[in-house]
């Protein structure tokens, strides 16, 4: 059973920078796309960035130069670096894990980020 736990949101004031972590169990990250989305109030959700099995990464125009994503196939852990934050950043973040095998889609229960002054 696949389980995702973020943790790591929080209020920031703009221009400051927060990191996320997400804590996975039951997944093997060489063999699934682990990402971050994010829902802001009245929006749908969005992708903010992704790293593949082979560690490849991608990021939304909106955060590509801010934003890194990374991975500790180890710990079993993805991490966002959030630098540079802007009050358009604010939402909710969520942990993501794709499963191109099984087609399996597990969500992390997801961590709150404000940005404001």
């Known amino acids: 059973q696949v389980q995702l736990v973020e943790s790591g949101g929080g209020l920031v004031q703009p221009g400051g920078s927060l990191r996320l972590s997400c804590a996975a169990s039951?997944?093997?990250?060489?063999?699934?796309?682990m990402g971050w989305y994010r829902q802001a109030p009245g929006k749908e959700r969005e992708l903010v960035a992704h790293?593949?099995?082979?560690?490849?990464?991608n990021y939304a125009d909106s955060v590509k130069g801010r934003f890194t994503i990374s991975r500790d196939i180890a710990k079993n852990t993805v991490s966002l670096q959030m630098n540079s934050l802007k009050p358009e950043d604010t939402g909710v973040y969520y942990c993501?894990?794709?499963?191109?095998?099984?087609?399996?889609?597990?969500w992390g229960q997801g961590a709150q980020v404000t940005v404001s002054s």
């Open positions: 993501n894990g794709f499963d191109f095998f099984t087609s399996e889609d597990s």
């Open positions: 039951g997944i093997n990250f060489r063999f699934v796309r």
């Open positions: 790293i593949s099995g082979a560690g490849t990464t």
